[in-house]
Nanobody
């Protein structure tokens, strides 16, 4: 089964760049039709989809994030990385990476909308 594990700094200062890594096991990130998304859940709010990178290296960022978001991959390490620049306290959330097969879910209601997802990593933004 596919397993995803997020990792990141936990605490970042305002205006800094947040870098998160998703390490995948049980499947290659280049598996045909697989799409790897980053989503987040701020305190007391619902899930927010941020961006995806596809099995073919295609990428797309949601309109709210695209000006300060970069998503990339390292196929040798089977990892997907998210960079979010100019963070503010409103970027504090639990960040998840998640897998869909064939269709990207850009308006998730719950984590189970995805084929697989990680346990999440908490990000706090504070000076």
């Amino acid at each position: 089964q596919v397993q995803l594990q997020e990792s990141g700094p936990g605490l970042v200062k305002p205006s800094q760049t947040l870098t998160l890594t998703c390490t995948v096991s049980g499947a290659s990130i280049t598996t045909n039709s697989y799409y790897w998304s980053w989503i987040r859940q701020p305190p007391g709010k619902g899930l927010e989809w941020i961006a995806y990178i596809g099995y073919d290296g295609s990428t797309y960022c949601g309109p709210f994030f695209e000006s300060r978001t970069s998503i990339s991959r390292d196929t040798s390490k089977n990892q997907v990385t998210l960079e979010l620049s100019s963070v503010t306290p409103e970027d504090a959330a639990v960040y998840y990476c998640a897998l869909t097969d064939g269709v990207v879910v850009v308006m998730p209601r719950r984590l189970s909308d995805y084929k697989a997802w990680g346990q999440g990593t908490q990000v706090t933004v504070s000076s």
